[in-house]
């Protein structure tokens, strides 16, 4: 019940559905107004449910993804919001689960938790479906869900959507990191950082988002992100050379 699966859990209570919440009681009780019940697990969560979303970070979804494997969630469509594909796509075919589709909003801000959460945070954006081995029906309902909160979907291989990514959310953020720690470590640029404008304002607006959950994403699409970067270094070099 972050920032990502908060603003879900908002979006879908306005459109109509039965949303159950799963996180530690004291997240739940701080989500309960988006929220229909809440469930102690996602075992729990996988009896009650016709759609199971992990939103925590990628590391942890491959864990609940195997936990809701060992519940006997083989007729239950699941989905996840992760930002690298590859990885859970994978193990949900070892797993033989047909009703995972991959999931991925291209939304998002640099604050996290519930606290920042909104249920027009997915409105107008892309919603990445990689559905692989997935029965259509499946697909279809998952479909359904993103266009239930304002997204439009769009189908992409796991591989080609974490090519993609990388070039268009992934090493943006670690540009952005970079960017704020070169002005950060200059003697004379550091003391004069409030002076910025709004180009460097919005170039560096990522640096907040927090470091451990993008070095998850980062490490699970370690080989594309490091396509990008190169792609990046080429493109500064040829701009330097005029």
Known sequence: MGLVGGSLARALRRAGYRVIGV??????RAARRAISEAATSVTDACGRADVLVLAAPPAANLRLLREAARAGANGLVITDVGSAKREICAEARR??????????????????GFA??????????????????????A???????????????????PAVHDRV?????????????????????????????????????????????????WRDVLAQNAREVAR?????????ARVARG
């Open 23 to 28: 996180d530690t009681p004291a997240r739940a």
């Open 95 to 112: 797993l033989r689960l047909r009703g995972f589709v991959g999931g991925h909003p291209m939304a998002g801000r640099e604050r996290s």
């Open 116 to 137: 920042a959460s909104s249920a027009d945070l997915f409105r107008g954006c892309a919603w990445i479906l990689t559905p692989g081995r997935s029965s259509a029906a």
């Open 139 to 157: 697909t279809r309902v998952v479909a359904r869900l993103v266009r239930a909160v304002g997204a439009r979907p769009a189908l992409l291989t």
């Open 165 to 213: 990514v990388a070039f268009l959310s992934h090493v943006p953020q670690v540009v952005s990191w970079a960017l704020l720690g070169a002005a950060r470590s200059d003697p004379v640029a550091s003391r004069h950082l409030a002076l910025a404008g709004p180009g460097f304002a919005s170039m560096t607006r990522l640096a907040r988002s927090p470091r451990g959950w």
């Open 228 to 236: 990008a970067r190169a792609g990046l270094l080429r493109e500064l």
